[in-house]
Nanobody
Framework: QVQLVESGGGLVQAGGSLRLSCAAS????????MGWYRQPPGKQRELVAA???????NYANSVKGRFTISRDNVKNTVFLQMNSLKPEDTAIYYC??????????????WGPGTQVTVSS
C-alpha cells in the first residue's frame, strides 16, 4: 500500500502559478503510474494529469497546456506545475495511482490533499 502526502497548495491570484508535490512511501513507486486528482467544492473528484513509469503524460482538457506533471523516482515524488491558474482550478488536490486518462490503475488510500484557492 502506497502512502501519499501532498503539499504546496495555497492562495494565489488568477494568472499565477503553484507547484504541488506529493511524497510517496514504499519501494514500488517507480513501478507505478501516478496522477493528480482534484475535487472542487461540492463536486466529484476528477483526474487531471497522469504520468506513466516511463514519463509519458496525459492531461484533462481543462488543464492541458497549463499544467505539467513530472516525477522523480529517486525521491519518490511526483509534481504538478500549475501555470495560468483560473478561479475554476480552486479545489483540493490529491495524488494517487491514476484511473482515467488512459490509465487503469486502482487508487491507493487517499492522502490529506492540499488546498488550492485561486482568487479572481
Amino acid at each position: 500500500q502506497v502512502q501519499l502526502v501532498e503539499s504546496g497548495g495555497g492562495l494565489v491570484q488568477a494568472g499565477g502559478s503553484l507547484r504541488l508535490s506529493c511524497a510517496a512511501s514504499g519501494s514500488t513507486f517507480s513501478r507505478n503510474a501516478m496522477g493528480w486528482y482534484r475535487q472542487p467544492p461540492g463536486k466529484q473528484r476528477e483526474l487531471v494529469a497522469a504520468i506513466s513509469t516511463s514519463g509519458n503524460t496525459n492531461y484533462a482538457n481543462s488543464v492541458k497546456g497549463r499544467f505539467t506533471i513530472s516525477r522523480d523516482n529517486v525521491k519518490n515524488t511526483v509534481f504538478l506545475q500549475m501555470n495560468s491558474l483560473k478561479p475554476e482550478d480552486t479545489a483540493i488536490y490529491y495524488c494517487n495511482l491514476p484511473r482515467g486518462l488512459g490509465f487503469l490503475s486502482s487508487p491507493s488510500s487517499w492522502g490529506p490533499g492540499t488546498q488550492v484557492t485561486v482568487s479572481s
